[in-house]
């Protein structure tokens, strides 16, 4: 298992906080490899899209192509996904929430619409199934690693669990979609991958 001496894993661009040289390597991948959620090929729509403020001209246009850029963790359905749009140099900035009913937290995208094109520029999802985020978070605590930062005596808190998408993934380990589980008071994360149910890098665990 190869390691990082970053801090945190990764959260997908602009939406991290982190200031690590991991994030700026996050940042361009997203960038360079903007493009369709790779989760899915067959993203059928099952949702309303809700512009917060009044829809632009060719909100049709943008909806179809979000519709492609989007997609809830397998096995959930997102629900409600509102936009909001505000102006930014000649185009767009979108940012989307998408709920899903089953899910405590949102998925959180930010896109640039520019010249008739959408771009993904960040994202934060959180949308995963309970079941799912127990069991991410009981993997990562089986890390000898990641155990041995928790039990020495930091508070470690509850801690956050996101996915992180293939594109990202790929940039620490392979182009598959990964979840990352991070104890923020402990400065310790864990990249799980949940087809093997191990744990495949680690942040915050020393050299």
Same mark, same amino acid.
């Given at each position: ?31 360079l490899g ?8 067959? !993203? ?35 629900? !409600? ?33 520019? !010249? ?26 089986? !890390? ?12 470690a808190g /509850? ?21 990352? /589980? ?9 990249? /799980? ?15």
């Amino acid at each position: 298992m190869r390691r990082s001496t970053a801090p945190h894993p990764p959260t997908g661009g602009n939406m991290a906080k982190i200031p690590t040289l991991a994030v700026i390597v996050i940042s361009a991948a997203l960038i360079l490899g903007a493009g369709c959620i790779t989760d899915t090929d067959d !993203n059928a729509q099952s949702y309303n899209i809700v512009w917060a403020d009044t829809p632009p001209a060719d909100h049709k246009a943008i909806e179809a192509k979000l519709s492609h850029q989007i997609a809830p963790y397998p096995g959930a359905v997102y629900g !409600n996904v509102t936009v909001s749009a505000s102006e930014k140099d000649g185009g767009m900035r979108l940012h989307v929430s998408a709920a899903s009913p089953t899910c405590r937290y949102p998925d959180l995208y930010d896109f640039v619409y520019m !010249n008739h094109e959408l771009t993904k520029t960040g994202y934060l999802l959180e949308a995963i199934p309970e079941a799912t985020r127990q069991d991410a978070i009981g993997i990562a605590m089986q !890390n000898p690693e990641i155990a041995g930062v928790l039990s020495g005596g930091v508070g470690a808190g /509850v801690p956050t669990v996101r996915r992180i998408l293939p594109e990202t993934a790929e940039e620490f380990y392979v182009p598959k979609t990964c979840i990352s /589980v991070t104890w923020a008071d402990a400065s310790v994360s864990a990249l /799980v991958d949940m087809g093997t149910g191990s744990v495949v890098e680690t942040w915050g665990v020393g050299g």
